[in-house]
């Protein structure tokens, strides 16, 4: 069976206390911009830095490497999934929440 080869990508997690979309910097900073996160192209150094956030679980809950690709304004997501949480929380007031 053939191995796919690597593809660029960044560590992303949600933040504790906020629950809000992080991304992982190359001065293990945590961002809520994408653009400013580190793209890893290195599987090795994409283990390692995924190792570096799960040893936080005090700041970030749930972090996992997310495909992404180079852009002139740093990295982008290329799945669905990634972009959706670029935009920030999807939950607002309706129904009942609405008149709380």
């Known amino acids: 069976m053939t191995r796919r080869p ?3 990508k960044v560590v992303t997690a949600n ?9 992982l910097t190359a001065e293990d900073a945590w961002t809520r911009d994408i653009a400013e996160a580190e793209l890893i ?3 090795a150094h994409g283990q390692i830095r ?12 749930g972090p996992y ?8 304004k740093g ?5 669905f999934r990634e972009a959706f949480r ?3 929380p999807s939950n607002y007031p309706h129904g009942k ?3 709380d």
């Open 75 to 79: 990295p982008a997501p290329v799945h």
């Open 50 to 61: 995924l190792l570096h956030a799960e040893a936080q679980p005090d700041v970030v809950v």
């Open 65 to 72: 490497l997310a495909d992404a690709e180079p852009t002139p």
């Open 15 to 23: 933040a504790l206390l906020e629950g809000d979309v992080v991304w």
């Open 97 to 99: 929440q609405a008149g």
């Open 6 to 8: 690597f593809t660029p």
């Open 86 to 88: 670029t935009r920030g």
């Open 41 to 43: 192209e290195d599987e």
